[in-house]
């Protein structure tokens, strides 16, 4: 199946990527899809958001990229059925320092994925990497070995500042070295009803970015924050609350819709 591999990216700290990565794949999970989480942040907040470690496990991201392990070696299963995970290390942010002589690095993981030898990447439906909050070695290797982006956008103040300078790279990425990437949707965030912010950012968004935004807007729910440190995603955490109800609606629009093709 093309289209699989989605990458949940903004250079913006804070703004949803993990907790989208994380309630995205776990919903697709409970509805029978096969999902892969790639934890490709060093702060490896997916890796424990799914109640695994991210210091002391040999099979992580960084030992993948560097060659020292192969792809069936570094995924691992989670507590969830159906969701399996490339768990992340701190040592990842040494990644860009230790491969500057190699010229091809940003093609690392495009790489992996293209080599993988017993059709690894046949087992899912879903692939979903977490990006860090950069503009990156780490997020380009991602911009390369994807095949479509879901952007989050928080509905505060200065959401669509760095846009434009994503959009940028997405385009240079997609000239040079991925010409298939797309945007596949722009999700938005934290909206709070009560805060008359939120709604101009909801209609700004709109304007801007047309049919690419999601119908789904993910609420301001204090669940969603609270699951990470119980070590599972908020959709089982606490399937009910309106966070949870916000990203299995999101699963649905998300597999009835590609939104298109080009990037916004
Ligand atoms: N809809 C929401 N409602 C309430 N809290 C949320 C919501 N979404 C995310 N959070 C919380 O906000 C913080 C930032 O979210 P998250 O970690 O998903 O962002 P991120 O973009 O991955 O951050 P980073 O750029 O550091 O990787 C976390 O503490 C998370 O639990
Ligand atoms: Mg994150």
């Given at each position: 199946?093309?289209n699989?591999?989605?990458?949940v990216?903004?250079?913006?700290?804070?703004?949803?990527k993990?907790?989208?990565?994380?309630?995205l794949?776990?919903?697709?999970?409970i509805m029978?899809?096969?999902?892969?989480?790639?934890d490709?942040?060093p702060?490896g907040?997916?890796?424990t958001?799914?109640?695994?470690s991210?210091t002391?496990?040999?099979?992580?991201?960084?030992n993948l990229?560097i060659g020292?392990?192969?792809?069936?070696?570094?995924?691992?299963n989670?507590?969830i059925?159906?969701l399996d995970?490339i768990s992340?290390?701190?040592n990842?942010?040494?990644l860009?320092?230790e491969?500057?002589?190699?010229a091809?690095?940003?093609f690392t993981?495009?790489k992996?994925?293209?080599e993988?030898?017993?059709?690894?990447l046949?087992n899912?439906d879903y692939?979903?990497?977490d990006?860090p909050?950069?503009?990156?070695l780490?997020t380009v290797?991602?911009l390369?070995g994807?095949?479509?982006?879901v952007?989050p956008l928080?509905t505060?103040?200065?959401?669509?500042e760095?846009?434009t300078?994503l959009?940028?790279?997405?385009?240079?990425?997609?000239?040079?070295?991925n010409?298939q990437?797309?945007?596949?949707?722009?999700l938005?965030t934290?909206f709070?009803?009560?805060?008359k912010?939120?709604?101009e950012?909801?209609?700004?968004?709109r304007?801007?970015?047309?049919?690419?935004?999601?119908n789904?807007v993910?609420?301001r729910?204090?669940?969603?924050s609270?699951a990470?440190?119980?070590?599972l995603p908020?959709?089982i955490y606490d399937?009910a609350c309106?966070?949870?109800?916000?990203?299995?609606?999101?699963a649905?629009?998300?597999?009835?819709?590609t939104?298109?093709?080009s990037?916004?």
């Open positions: 199946m093309k699989k591999i989605i990458a990216i903004n250079q913006k700290g804070g703004v949803g993990t907790t989208t990565v994380l309630n794949a776990a919903s697709l999970s029978g899809l096969k999902t892969l989480v790639i490709l942040d702060q907040n997916a890796t958001g799914l109640g695994k991210n002391n496990e040999e099979d992580n991201i960084y990229l020292n392990i192969d792809l069936d070696q570094a995924i691992k989670t507590n059925k159906n995970l992340s290390t701190v990842l942010s040494g860009e320092v491969t500057a002589s190699n091809d690095r940003a993981l495009k992996i994925f293209d993988s030898k017993s059709n690894i046949n899912y692939i979903f990497i990006c909050p950069s503009l990156s780490l290797i991602a390369v994807s095949d479509e982006l952007v928080q505060e103040f200065f959401a669509l760095g846009i300078q959009i940028k790279t997405i385009d240079r990425i997609k000239e040079s070295l010409p990437l797309s945007v596949r949707g722009i938005l934290m709070d009803k009560r805060n912010l939120s709604g950012v909801d209609n700004e968004a304007n801007h970015f047309k049919s690419k935004v999601y789904t993910i609420p729910n204090v669940r969603l609270e990470p440190s119980h070590g908020c959709v399937r309106v966070g949870s109800k916000a990203y299995f609606d999101l649905n629009e998300f597999i009835s819709s939104k298109g093709a990037a916004a």
